[in-house]
């Protein structure tokens, strides 16, 4: 059992979706930073094996994945070089590997910077950082980490296909997310709402 530490950051329980909605997130869960409009969505097309004690989305668009476990589950999310990096355990209390990249590379949604002495071969060094079951991280796996579309693509194309490899009570799961570029929004709703609003000021 790792052992609990104070909670290191992040302590909120909203995640801002992006198009300015904002949604309650289970207690316990914590956002990096805040989801903000992109031109892509990312969606989970496949859970294999299926494993109903574990409820896993994608929030913002394509900014967090998002995973809520049923008490009595473990969860261990692996991190790109398959080490050791985040778990949720049978308690509800969520745990970082400080000696994992993912974990701090995880920290904005292009990418944080990566200390020297990280170990992906070492021992985990488990790090407190919520509770509650549930938790919302930045996964490079699940969103185009350009600013620039991919050459080649077109709106409404699938541009990547990755897994992102968890172990469910010691069983291994393999969580498919596809990116889609998405079609251009009108501006049209908001050039209406713009010229009503001028128009209310000048009355």
Do not use: C
């Amino acid at each position: 059992m790792p052992a609990s530490r104070p909670p290191a950051r992040r302590l909120a329980a909203i995640v801002i979706a992006a198009g300015g909605f904002m949604a309650t997130a289970p207690s316990g869960v914590v956002f990096a930073d805040a989801a903000g409009p992109t031109d892509y969505r990312s969606e989970i097309v496949d859970v294999a094996p299926a494993v109903p004690e574990v409820e896993l989305s994608i929030e913002g668009g394509d900014a967090f994945v998002l995973a809520s476990v049923e008490p009595g589950n473990e969860v261990l999310v692996l991190g790109y070089a398959r080490e050791p990096y985040l778990l949720i355990d049978s308690g509800g209390a969520v745990f970082e590997n400080s000696r994992s990249a993912a974990t701090y590379y995880n920290e904005s949604r292009y990418g944080g910077d990566i200390p020297d002495d990280v170990d992906p071969d070492g021992e985990p060094d488990w790090v407190q950082v919520g509770d509650g079951g549930a938790w919302a991280w930045h996964d490079h796996r699940a969103h185009w980490m350009s600013s620039e579309p991919p050459i080649g693509a077109e709106p409404g194309d699938t541009i990547q296909e990755f897994t992102i490899p968890i172990r469910v009570n010691d069983d291994d799961v393999s969580v498919l997310v596809t990116t889609t570029w998405l079609s251009p929004v009108s501006k049209a709703p908001a050039i209406v709402g713009l010229a009503a609003g001028l128009a209310a000021v000048a009355a």
